[in-house]
T-cell receptor, first 114, second 114 residues
Framework: KAGVTQTPRYLIKTRGQQVTLSCSPISGHRSVSWYQQTPGQGLQFLFEYFSETQRNKGNFPGRFSGRQFSNSRSEMNVSTLELGDSALYLC?????????????FGPGTRLLVL | QQQVKQSPQSLIVQKGGISIINCAYENTAFDYFPWYQQFPGKGPALLIAIRPDVSEKKEGRFTISFNKSAKQFSLHIMDSQPGDSATYFCAASPFQGGSEKLVFGKGTKLTVNP
């Protein structure tokens, strides 16, 4: 079974621009979560989508948004980029159930904001 | 507000030695505690996980010890190998109707010398 895929793998943008990152979950997985990883703050939860609905959200400004499509693929968007948005953005998918399920991470998209 | 505190930040162990990484949490609503391993350029991968109804879980050379009253849990890597050199993250998740949000520690960079 193919793993979680993320595109693009690397991205360079300038301040003020916007960016869209894509995540394809493992086949059959319906929950997709997004995390931001930086050397200073570590791994921080951005949001989670299940059945095209945002089910949980972390403490990030409204410039960070996401969506999920009917095939469970997800995109996240960052508008008005700031230098501090430079990070590795990780997507994770899981089979949601009554208890927490294992989250499988993709390789990430490394975003550099200049 | 860091909800999961992880120590040490870095650890150097000789081949064959025992690596021990500790984590402490504050939120008593947490009831799922996974450990993730991350190699450079890769996304985190689940290593082992525990729920609070057991005090210890072992999988091969990896053992989680869990102390619910102290709100602490630790990862022990027995017979550490150079291939174990990676960054290790502890995490915790509250049961919120199946929400998959993970709160991560800041990570421990493990180096196993040959």
């Amino acid at each position: 079974k193919a793993g979680v895929t993320q595109t693009p793998r690397y991205l360079i943008k300038t301040r003020g621009q916007q960016v869209t990152l894509s995540c394809s979950p493992i086949s059959g997985h319906r929950s997709v979560s997004w995390y931001q990883q930086t050397p200073g703050q570590g791994l921080q939860f951005l949001f989670e989508y299940f059945s095209e609905t945002q089910r949980n959200k972390g403490n990030f400004p409204g410039r960070f948004s996401g969506r999920q499509f009917s095939n469970s693929r997800s995109e996240m968007n960052v508008s008005t980029l700031e230098l501090g948005d430079s990070a590795l953005y990780l997507c994770a998918s899981s089979l949601p159930g009554r208890l927490q399920e294992t989250q499988y991470f993709g390789p990430g998209t490394r975003l550099l904001v200049l | 507000q860091q909800q999961v505190k992880q120590s040490p930040q870095s650890l150097i162990v000789q081949k064959g030695g025992i690596s021990i990484i500790n984590c402490a949490y504050e939120n008593t609503a947490f009831d799922y505690f996974p450990w993730y391993q991350q190699f450079p350029g890769k996304g985190p991968a689940l290593l082992i996980a525990i729920r609070p109804d057991v005090s210890e879980k072992k999988e091969g050379r990896f053992t989680i010890s869990f102390n619910k009253s102290a709100k602490q849990f630790s990862l022990h890597i027995m017979d550490s190998q150079p291939g174990d050199s990676a960054t290790y993250f502890c995490a915790a998740s509250p049961f919120q109707g199946g929400s998959e949000k993970l709160v991560f520690g800041k990570g421990t960079k493990l180096t196993v010398n040959p």
